[in-house]
């Protein structure tokens, strides 16, 4: 009798099995997407500074022999970046805190940077910032008005953003 009873039983239709099946299917695979993409954000962010403008200006008359510089970037990657060097043609930018600059016939024996009140500065992603660069005729080559320098900005991710500056 009991085994009359259980050939009488019917058990899920082949079809709602199927849709079942494929809708679990689609959920798990939906949540590992949402768990993936968490996990590649994290390790696939990255530092993307942009020199935007430069503007040089020469010195006051009363010291003739200096240029400032001044760089306008962007960071557009998708993590902060800091900067932690200044170059001009090769040679590193002596940092300074703002009101203790040099006096300008100090400027004229090397090159000083401006990175706004640190000597590391942190740009976040999306924002902007700027570097300010002292250039003096004594820092290395002889500069006049007309020579071309190679300002060189390194950040603490390795990577380096030049800009070509000629002096005005």
């Not at 798990?28 to 993409?37: D, F, K, L, T």
């Not at 020469?58 to 970037?73: E, Q």
Request: aromatic share 8%.
């Amino acid at each position: 009798m009991k085994l009359s009873k259980l050939k009488n039983r019917k058990a899920i239709s082949p079809v709602i099995a199927t849709v079942i099946l494929v809708a679990v299917a689609i959920t798990i695979s939906v949540a590992v997407a949402y768990w993936m993409g968490g996990i590649s954000g994290q390790y696939t962010k990255f530092e993307k500074v942009e020199i935007q403008a430069a503007s040089c200006i020469k010195s006051p008359t009363a010291y003739p022999n200096f240029w400032v510089i001044t760089l306008t970037l962007k960071n557009s990657g998708s993590a902060t970046s800091t900067l932690n060097g200044v170059y001009v043609d090769d040679i590193v930018a002596v940092y300074y805190t703002p009101p203790t600059v040099p006096a300008p016939p100090a400027l004229t024996s090397s090159i000083y940077a401006d990175v706004d009140l640190t000597i590391t500065k942190s740009i976040l992603s999306g924002a902007s910032g700027t570097v300010t660069v002292y250039v003096g005729t004594s820092w290395g080559a002889p500069v006049t008005s007309g020579t071309t320098i190679d300002i060189k900005i390194h950040s603490a991710g390795g990577m380096d953003y030049i800009k070509l500056v000629q002096l005005v």
